[in-house]
């Protein structure tokens, strides 16, 4: 079954205080993983693509990297602002479905 | 640039009866997607339009679920008739096109199904 897991669940980090989000994927054909940021009430908002193992992406504190089996979303020295939930989501070859994880909620302490 | 705009924000009905929620794309955009997220999990997509066309609804429960999309660009959903386990935020994206372009997501239409 074609499906994405992200962990952990929730995390709480003082400010300044580096970590990393993982996302693990069992998506047959796997063409496309994204990175998508949430906050509360509103829609998610687009972070990263990556399309083959080995591809990084970086963006302000935030590094995307892709393995065969997993992604992560490393967060460096991280500010309250990007207290939000953290989702991934993955797309076969011919991008007709999109499977998402159900999120990392995020929360930093000043 | 505008965003892509759903209506209305907040919607709440009776079990059994019916609702429809409409999304307005990023101008141009030819290709659509609803998504159903429930409290706590992350969005499933219902259905993908593309222009005027549907590329999969696979995850559209047929029997309440109906969307359509029109001349190609706006896009409405309807549940007829709601159940309980309906309750969710219903977000609509957009995206250039299919393939590697980057969707766009609305603010979404929260559901309560009482």
């Known amino acids: 079954e074609d499906q994405v897991t992200q962990s952990p669940e929730a995390l709480r980090l003082q400010e300044g205080e580096s970590s990393s989000l993982n996302c693990s994927y069992t998506?047959?054909?796997?063409?496309?993983l994204f990175w998508y940021r949430q906050d509360p009430g509103k829609g998610p908002e687009f972070l990263f693509t990556l399309y083959s193992a080995g591809e990084e992406k970086e963006k302000e504190r935030l590094k995307a990297t892709l393995t065969k089996k997993e992604s992560f979303l490393h967060i460096t020295a991280p500010k309250p602002e990007d207290s939000a939930t953290y989702l991934c989501?993955?797309?076969?070859?011919?991008?007709?479905?999109?499977?998402f994880g159900s999120g990392t909620k995020l929360n930093v302490k000043p | 640039e505008a965003g892509v705009a759903q209506s209305p924000r907040y919607k709440i009905i009776e079990k059994r009866q019916s609702v429809a929620f409409w999304c307005n794309p990023i101008s141009g955009h030819a290709t659509l997607y609803w998504y159903q997220q429930i409290l706590g999990q992350g969005p499933k997509l219902l259905i993908q339009?593309?222009?005027?066309?549907?590329?999969?609804d696979s995850q559209l429960p047929k029997d309440r679920f109906s969307a359509e999309r029109l001349k190609g660009v706006d896009s409405t959903l309807k549940i007829q008739p709601a159940k309980l386990e309906d309750s969710a935020v219903y977000l609509c994206?957009?995206?250039?096109?299919?393939?590697?372009?980057?969707?766009?997501f609305g603010p979404g239409t929260r559901l309560l199904v009482l």
């Open positions: 339009f593309q222009n005027n066309g549907v590329v999969d």
């Open positions: 994206a957009s995206s250039k096109d299919r393939g590697r372009e980057t969707q766009y």
């Open positions: 989501a993955g797309t076969i070859y011919n991008f007709n479905k999109f499977y």
């Open positions: 998506v047959s054909g796997l063409r496309g």
